[in-house]
């Protein structure tokens, strides 16, 4: 994971048209009434206690009047740099996803700081292109910028406004600029751990969602597909414990138990057992534990496998769709941690 770039995180939303995005393409004529000036707050003190939460979820900028101490967990009002404010230091808050000093990976909250900003605050000078003009197609992928705060040499400090393009996006000028500030990390503290050094090293994921779970929910009892028969290259087992808060939701998801290579013999008996043709048991109780089987390459079908419960497996083969059948504790058994 890169850890000194400030490129803008493009996130493909599947939205739809470019309107959907970034609320509404305008008509060629249109264009994006921009804010007032930025609220100036008069002491900045750190990433950890003012943006708590940058890079988890989109700063959304709250109501006009203006503090001189943002609330707990409130941001100060995003807008145009006032004339009477000189920035001389920009801070970006975040996160990144770095190797856990143990193995696995973990989640990082970031504090950087730029000194040499000129390019930067020109580019938040420019005014907002018309919407929708000119023959630009407006692409789905939604443009997320970073946390950012400018500082002046007296410490205080503002949300400073991105000129938007003709897509409702930050200005190529504006992405060019954070792309080229020479950042120097000031802060950096673990908020979480992404993947065990556990899952790692069975090639798992940290987290997985219980499919079997969500295909009987939708009502799609069947038999199994032909192309979940005996005939896969190796397998990887991966086991999922799902707590008692997420059982029974729409799609619940498991933190990772246990996971291994599947041995040939122990495969090949699972794979028997998997290709039975009982329809699933018509039952409404979610498991605790469930199993993941894919093959070790990526290739071919998907097994999801309850190991308690109504003891169901799904099979994701394309072709064929996703089909269940109905296990035991026979099966379940194969699937154990030894």
Do not use: H
Not at 71 to 90: H, L, M, N, S, Y
């Amino acid at each position: 994971m890169r850890s000194g770039g400030t490129t803008l995180a493009a996130t493909l939303l599947g939205l739809g048209l470019c309107g959907l995005v970034l609320a509404g393409c305008a008509g060629p004529g249109d264009t994006l009434k921009g804010p007032g000036s930025a609220e100036i707050v008069e002491k900045w003190t750190s990433c950890a206690e003012i943006a708590p939460q940058a890079g988890v979820m989109l700063p959304v900028p709250r109501g006009s009047a203006a503090v001189t101490s943002p609330p707990a967990g409130v941001e100060p009002r995003v807008g145009r740099i006032d004339p009477a404010f000189t920035p001389v230091a920009a801070v970006l808050c975040g996160r990144d996803v770095v190797p856990g000093a143990a193995g696995g990976r973990e989640q990082v909250a970031t504090e950087r700081r730029a000194d040499d900003i000129g390019p930067l605050v020109a580019a938040l000078g420019l005014a907002d292109e018309k919407r929708g003009s000119g023959e630009i197609a407006c692409t789905l992928d939604m443009l997320v910028p970073p946390w950012l705060a400018l500082l002046d040499d007296q410490g205080r400090w503002l949300r400073p406004y991105l000129p938007k393009d003709v897509c409702g996006k930050p200005r190529p000028e504006v992405r060019a600029a954070l792309d080229g500030l020479r950042l120097t990390t000031v802060d950096s503290r673990t908020v979480g751990q992404v993947e065990s050094p556990e899952a790692e090293a069975a090639g798992c994921a940290q987290r997985w969602s219980d499919m079997v779970w969500v295909e009987a929910t939708l009502g799609r009892p069947g038999r199994v597909a032909p192309e979940a028969g005996p005939k896969a290259g190796p397998l990887r087992l991966c086991v999922y414990q799902v707590s008692p808060s997420e059982r029974g939701g729409g799609k619940p998801a498991g933190d990772f138990v246990y996971g291994r290579p599947l041995p040939p013999e122990r495969q090949a008996d699972v794979l028997r057992a998997l290709a039975g043709t009982r329809p699933a048991a018509d039952c409404a109780t979610p498991a605790s534990r469930f199993a993941v089987l894919r093959a070790v390459d990526g290739s071919g079908p998907e097994w999801y496998v309850e190991l308690d419960a109504c003891r169901r497996f799904l099979v994701v083969a394309s072709p064929g769709g996703s089909q269940l059948g109905q296990g035991d504790a026979a099966l379940a058994a194969l699937l154990g941690p030894n």
